[in-house]
């Protein structure tokens, strides 16, 4: 796995030089379209190299996406992002972020679900309705981490930016939650009842969600007092940070909570009380480099990874039908599961129909939603869902991440 790691580190540097000096794209995008380039002539040398084609196939499988992302690389991201997150401001906007990252995916589950159950049936494909609804919680949760540095860059209100970007921080964990309650209901045998399967469900949340947010509030309030005693000593102070994701997320793993949640409420926590946007200090330069620096690696390399995979997919005709009729369905389900939690509340914003364009456009999809279709058997439908899921990230990524910049310039002329 080290050795996996380091070339696709590698290549995720060099990818990203070529990007800054050349392609001029945002780093995520221009990762993948590079990522998506080297697999041509990795697929030719598979009939004129095939020991080259085959090493770089265990490459991709040996780095294990799964488990590196959801066990490792997700909780760094959160935290890295929650870290310069301005809490007052997500204060402000705390009701429209909860509804989005809740009431917003549990609608788009059940929709996207139901969509994908019925364009399955309508191309000859066979989903069970339950594992369509797998689907819709997993590809429900956004991941604009790609297009936060375009929306910073255009003129839109303050309050929207905070929306999208709290919503990306918190949806994921919740999204993981719902994934796994469906994964219950899909596992379950004839001899659990339905009140029974409801109780665990229950369980689940209340000890994935609460007491992951709980559980943050305490590793951060730790580490919070760690790093503020050592004022002379920044070096200490980053290992300290570093010490509560790492430490932190495999506490999650042992308690059963959630470790997303509790990444998110630790850098939030963290990130406000020692002021890490002001960059004054030496433990806020030393904090603050040293995350900006590891958010550009991980980043690179699961984007990096995303792009490579690809190769080992093998796409028919009625997969690709299917995931362009599931494209429609999630953007048609995302405009729905963001009109109508907005509509519930007061906004800042002047002409609703066009944050909710922005949100709906810009509500990409990434690494998580893979992850969690490779988490699926072929016993939940899961080669068929990881088809569709790869062509709804490439088109989010791609299309909508080189686009979404166009669209605010257009609608905020």
């Known amino acids: 796995m080290f050795e996996s790691f380091s070339i696709i580190f590698t290549i995720a540097a060099l990818f990203n030089f070529i990007n800054y000096k050349w392609l ?3 780093t995520t995008i221009g990762l993948m379209i590079l990522s998506l380039l080297l697999i041509i002539p990795i697929t030719f040398s598979k009939t004129l190299f095939p020991e080259f084609y085959t090493f770089f196939c265990n490459i991709i499988v040996n780095a294990d996406f799964k488990t590196l992302l959801l066990d490792g690389i997700l909780s760094f991201l959160l935290f890295a992002g929650a870290l310069h997150v301005n809490l007052a401001a997500l204060a402000k906007q705390k009701k429209s972020i909860f509804l989005f990252a809740t009431l917003s995916v549990l ?8 969509l994908t159950f019925f364009g ?8 069970p309705f339950v594992h369509a ?5 997993l590809i429900s949760p956004t991941d604009p981490i790609a297009v936060m540095a375009i929306l910073k860059k255009a003129n839109i209100a303050e309050s929207l930016g905070i929306k999208i970007e709290g919503e990306s921080l918190f949806n994921d964990g919740i ?11 899909a596992t379950a045998t004839g001899e659990h009842s339905a009140a029974e399967i409801g109780a665990e469900i229950g369980t689940l949340f209340l000890e994935e969600a609460i007491g992951g947010l709980l559980y943050g509030l305490l590793i951060g309030f730790l580490g919070l007092k760690c790093i503020q005693s050592l004022k002379e000593n920044p070096q200490l102070a980053v290992m300290m940070s570093l010490a509560v994701v790492m430490g932190g997320t495999t506490g999650a793993f042992m308690l059963h909570v959630s470790a997303p949640l509790a990444m998110v409420v630790a850098g939030l926590l963290i990130g406000h009380k020692i002021h890490i946007n002001q960059d004054k200090n030496p433990i806020q330069k030393a904090i603050n ?3 900006e620096i590891l958010d550009d690696v991980f980043n690179g390399i699961l984007f990096v990874l995303i792009g490579l995979a690809i190769h080992l997919l093998a796409f028919n005709t009625s997969y690709i039908l299917l995931g362009l009729l599931a ?17 519930l509340l007061k906004h800042e914003e002047d002409k609703p129909i066009k944050t ?13 939603s893979i992850a969690l279709a490779l988490s699926l058997s072929e016993e939940l439908s899961g080669d068929l869902i990881l088809h569709i899921t790869y062509i709804i990230v490439l088109f989010s990524i791609i299309v909508q991440g080189l686009s979404i910049g166009k669209v605010v310039k257009r609608l905020y002329k």
């Open 24 to 26: 001029k794209l945002p």
């Open 107 to 114: 609608i788009s589950t059940f929709l996207v679900g139901g």
């Open 120 to 127: 399955a049936q309508l191309v000859g494909l066979e989903l």
């Open 133 to 137: 609804l797998l689907f819709g919680a």
């Open 175 to 185: 999204g993981v939650v719902v994934f796994s309650g469906i994964l219950l209901i």
């Open 289 to 291: 480099s040293f995350w």
């Open 327 to 343: 494209i429609i369905s999630v953007l048609l389900a995302r405009f729905i599961s963001v009109l109508l939690p907005y509509s």
């Open 356 to 368: 909710i364009t922005i949100l709906t456009w810009g509500g990409l999809r990434g690494g998580i």
